[in-house]
């Protein structure tokens, strides 16, 4: 996944079990090298694949939701069940599940219980960003911390909020400014639905009357202002923000999130479960801002595959991305927007030794 290269035949890397020592060709590689080999066949592999939009903590809701029918009708399924009462196993089955389907890290939003997902997560083996996800009008005292400062092998925790019309704007503010001073990246669910665009627009709207008796609708209506243009003025878009969704958003607030060095993460298959639209996906990719795929939950999903995540973007999108263009959603942008370019996106010295091989009926879609 180097910039401009294409496939390589015959490719080998050398790795001590956490960081890649030397790639190459295996034919250029073998002369000097004495140690363990295993021979993976005939396959295509890519750098291990990136989630960069999931709710672990809602696991055990698969198949708890009604599907295409909106917004308010999806949220009010998922507000039948016990949400937050996290169930152990189903987080398990699902970790397996990104793990066995090549996924290598996630960056995951919980918003009551982010420690025992952190806990979780280490123990499976995934890479990780563990969000905490900030939510309510309470304004935080100054110096409020916001997520544990906790380091795992492969994982750290950061501070999210949830959304435009549920977080109030000084709390907003206050999540990403403790993420920035801890060189964290800040993750928003931002431009959804309509419901959204009409609470941050106007204050109005069932939605708005169903946070409002919730006592958690934001104070951002009434100044005509789009989710994105309402998040800008408050001055938390840059390159270490992660916008969640961005189904409704114009040309000019693509301009802005472009402007801005945000990065977009795109959730195509829950935007159609929960049926809230099409995001204007070509119009983001053209425009050049960092963009990546995230599953959400199993709540608004059919599984939590990258790749079944890409085949359904590519199959359903209107423009011809070049096979690292596609397979960048899912590995390299995102580890760009989650700051861990360091360690993840890319087969190259120094970074993790974790890849993912290439689904075979995915082949003839990718490198055509
Ligand atoms: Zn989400």
């Given at each position: 996944m180097k910039s401009g290269e294409s496939l390589i035949h015959d490719f080998a890397l050398i790795h001590n079990g956490t960081e890649i020592l030397e790639t190459g060709t295996w034919s250029s590689i073998k002369n000097h090298f004495s140690g363990d080999v295993t021979d993976l066949g005939d396959v295509t592999i890519v750098p291990g694949l990136i989630n960069a939009h999931v709710h672990l903590e809602l696991s055990h809701l698969e198949g708890k939701t009604v599907q295409g029918?909106?917004?308010?009708?999806?949220?009010?399924?998922?507000?039948?069940?016990?949400?937050?009462?996290?169930?152990?196993?189903?987080?398990?089955?699902?970790?397996?599940?990104?793990?066995?389907?090549?996924?290598?890290?996630?960056?995951?939003?919980?918003?009551?219980?982010?420690?025992?997902?952190?806990?979780?997560?280490?123990?499976?083996?995934?890479?990780?960003?563990?969000?905490?996800?900030?939510?309510?009008?309470?304004?935080?005292?100054?110096?409020?911390?916001?997520?544990?400062?906790?380091?795992?092998?492969?994982?750290?925790?950061?501070?999210?909020?949830?959304?435009?019309?549920?977080?109030?704007?000084?709390?907003?503010?206050?999540?990403?400014?403790?993420?920035?001073?801890?060189?964290?990246?800040?993750?928003?669910?931002?431009?959804?639905?309509?419901?959204?665009?009409?609470?941050?627009?106007?204050?109005?709207?069932p939605f708005a009357e169903m946070l409002r008796k919730a006592g958690i609708l934001s104070d951002c209506g009434s100044k005509g202002l789009s989710p994105v243009e309402y998040i800008h003025s408050l001055g938390i878009l840059d390159e270490s923000t992660l916008a969640i969704h961005c189904v409704k958003v114009s040309e000019s607030d693509i301009k802005i999130l472009a402007d801005t060095g945000t990065n977009v993460c795109l959730c195509p298959r829950s935007n159609e479960f929960i049926g809230e639209g099409r995001a204007p996906w070509e119009k983001i990719i053209n425009s050049g801002i960092n963009t990546c795929l995230g599953t959400d939950s199993i709540a608004s999903n059919h599984d939590l595959n990258m790749w079944n995540e890409l085949e359904y973007l590519l199959k359903e999108i209107h423009i011809k991305l070049t096979s690292q263009q596609a397979l960048s959603m899912i590995t390299k942008n995102g580890a760009k927007s989650l700051m861990i370019e360091d360690l993840y996106g890319s087969l190259e010295v120094g970074k993790r030794p974790v890849f993912a091989t290439v689904p075979s009926h995915l082949k003839n879609l990718l490198f055509q």
């Open positions: 029918q909106g917004f308010l009708s999806w949220i009010t399924s998922l507000l039948k069940n016990p949400t937050y009462k996290i169930e152990t196993d189903a987080i398990n089955k699902a970790l397996s599940g990104m793990l066995e389907s090549g996924t290598v890290f996630c960056a995951d939003i919980s918003t009551c219980n982010c420690s025992k997902m952190s806990e979780l997560m280490n123990e499976s083996g995934i890479g990780f960003y563990s969000f905490c996800e900030a939510i309510g009008q309470k304004i935080p005292k100054s110096g409020a911390s916001f997520f544990p400062d906790k380091v795992y092998p492969r994982g750290k925790t950061a501070g999210a909020g949830h959304a435009p019309h549920s977080t109030c704007g000084e709390l907003l503010i206050a999540v990403k400014k403790a993420d920035s001073a801890a060189k964290r990246p800040f993750s928003i669910h931002l431009a959804e639905n309509e419901e959204e665009d009409e609470i941050v627009g106007q204050g109005t709207g």
